[in-house]
Structures are given as C-alpha cells and as structure tokens.
C-alpha cells in the first residue's frame, strides 16, 4: 500500500481505529497504544493478520477511498464470465468514487439490491450507499446510515 493512500488516514494511533470492532485474539496481541496506523498495519501483515488488516485499513482510510480501494481489490481478482449484474454493482460503486453524488450513492444501492448481496461487487456498492445521505427512500424523512457501516461493507467485499 502506498504512502500516498497511508497518508489520508487520519487518526493518530492504530488503537483509534481499532476501537471500531472486534480485533481477533492474533491482532489484539500486537495492537499498543502509542503504534501508528502504519505501524499496526505493517505488523498485521507481517504476522499474517490478514482479516484484520483488511478491517484495519477499510475503517482508517475515509470512505470514498475506501470504496475505491474496494473497487481495485474486486478488479483484480474478476474472471472473465462474470454475471453484468456484479459488474454493474462494480462500476456503480466506481462511479460514486468518481463523482460521490446523491444520485450516484443511490444507484449504488439498486445495483447491490440487483446482485441480492451475494457478490464483492455488491458489498463495494453498499459501502458508497452507506457513506452519507438517508438509507430510506428520498420522500420519507432521513435516516442516516451508521458511521462505520462503509467500512464493513469494504470489510465485507
């Protein structure tokens, strides 16, 4: 991972992040309290945490780069004859990336719903339908998603 995507984490220290869910008993062994998140993430890595490093980085980096790093990780592992509805979910959580609009964030999710949740593909678009906005429809009042909802959907995919 670049230090150019390291660099857009914000918080000060790994336990910061980590206090968003439940490390597993390998990870919570290494986790200190005065390790940065590249730190904690190098450790994760090298003692093959690999779950958590997953979860470590989809809930440190902001959510749009944590859709697109979705987004990248899905794209590198596709196979050729893949259902269009995954690939539609895919490129519907890439177009939010590029342009995070109401409109996009909520095609997102029609394309999640087409792929009935079961794909990575799927999970990469939840996560840009979770990242603001209202999860109930546009005419109803708002009802806005948990903070780290977006994380474990890229958790997830």
Known sequence: ???DVLGKIKAQT???ICQHWELEEGAKALLQDDLTPQQFLTLLIEHEQ??????????ALPKREAVWWACLC???VLEEDVPPEEIAALQAAERWVIDPSEEHRRAAMQAA???EFNTPSSWAAMGAFWS???MAPPDVPAVPPGEYLTARAVSGA
């Open 132 to 134: 603001g906005g209202s």
């Open 74 to 76: 899905i794209r590198s």
């Open 50 to 59: 690999f779950l958590d490093a997953t979860r470590f980085l989809a809930h």
């Open 113 to 115: 719903e087409a792929t």
């Open 1 to 3: 991972m670049s230090n």
């Open 14 to 16: 790994a336990a910061e």
